[in-house]
């Protein structure tokens, strides 16, 4: 593994982030990632060619398109696959490939590793996923003929907060199970499918566990998701709703930070 240069605490976090983030460039998740957040654009490509055909007579904008793909893939499916799959591993894969022991041969006391390859995780994430949305964005708006996108350009920059808040939120629930549990792929799984996709649209206050309710209630599109929401009375202002998704992704960092600080490794012959 690359050598880190002894220095201020800064700087030797710097260095683990530039490590790290090298590791996880080169691995084949990143990849699939890649290729999973191409699917918007091109589809969008394909939308804006399609709706050119005068007999086929579709009456839906690019823009609602647009919406609907923010709600159903990205929000839904995207955000949470590279959440779970990259946070759990950011200390789950050093454990399972037994280079754990080496990793914490750095001089950098160990919150100071968990937090440097949060942040990694942090850049990878929005290296995916801003790029899809700002080119979906831009897709599907010149195929209405771009006379909306001022005005659709409040939607755009919402969305990326939103994307910015789940990434957070859900990044820091999966490292933390990553450093917690021996199979956090599979409890996160749980977690995302049957509580996250399930629980949020029980009636009542129930939903207001999940992380999804609050990502919903900051959305800025009109949607069946948050009109389900509506419907049972358990919607939450935007800024308690923001001030919730912050306040998750701190005590989840804290935990696993504080759980990886307490954990101990023994290097397996």
């Known amino acids: 593994m690359a050598q880190l240069t002894l220095g201020p605490p800064s700087a030797r976090m710097l260095a683990m982030i530039r490590l790290t983030i090298r590791q996880v460039l080169a691995t084949r998740t990143t990849l699939v990632f890649a290729l999973l957040a191409a699917l918007p654009p091109a589809l969008a490509a394909l939308f804006a060619v399609v709706r050119r055909i005068p007999t086929l007579h579709i009456n839906a904008t690019g823009f609602d398109v647009f919406s609907f793909f923010m709600v159903t893939y990205y929000l839904h499916v995207l955000l949470v696959v590279i959440a779970l799959f990259y946070a759990t591993a950011l200390i789950h894969s050093e454990v399972e490939e037994k280079t754990i022991t080496y990793l914490l041969l ?46 659709h350009l409040r939607y755009l920059l919402w969305d990326l907060g939103v994307m910015a808040l789940g990434v957070m939120a859900y990044g820091a629930v999966f490292v933390f199970l990553g450093t917690w549990l021996k199979r956090p792929v599979m409890v996160g799984l749980f977690f995302a499918v049957v509580w996250e996709w399930a629980i949020t649209y029980v009636p009542g206050y129930f939903g207001k566990l999940t992380i999804l309710h609050y990502l919903l209630s900051i959305f800025p599109h009109s949607t069946v998701q948050r009109g389900v929401q509506t419907l049972f009375g358990s919607t939450t202002s935007r800024p308690l709703a923001i001030m919730v998704l912050l306040v998750i992704a701190t005590v989840f960092l804290g935990l696993a930070m504080e759980t990886f600080r307490r954990s101990e490794y023994v290097l397996e012959q």
């Open 106 to 151: 750095r001089p950098v006391p160990k919150p100071h590793l968990l937090l440097a390859k949060y942040l990694t995780y942090l850049m990878a994430a929005a290296a995916i996923l801003a790029p899809s949305i700002l080119l979906s964005f831009g897709i599907f708006e010149l195929s209405d003929g771009a006379h909306g996108f001022a005005g």
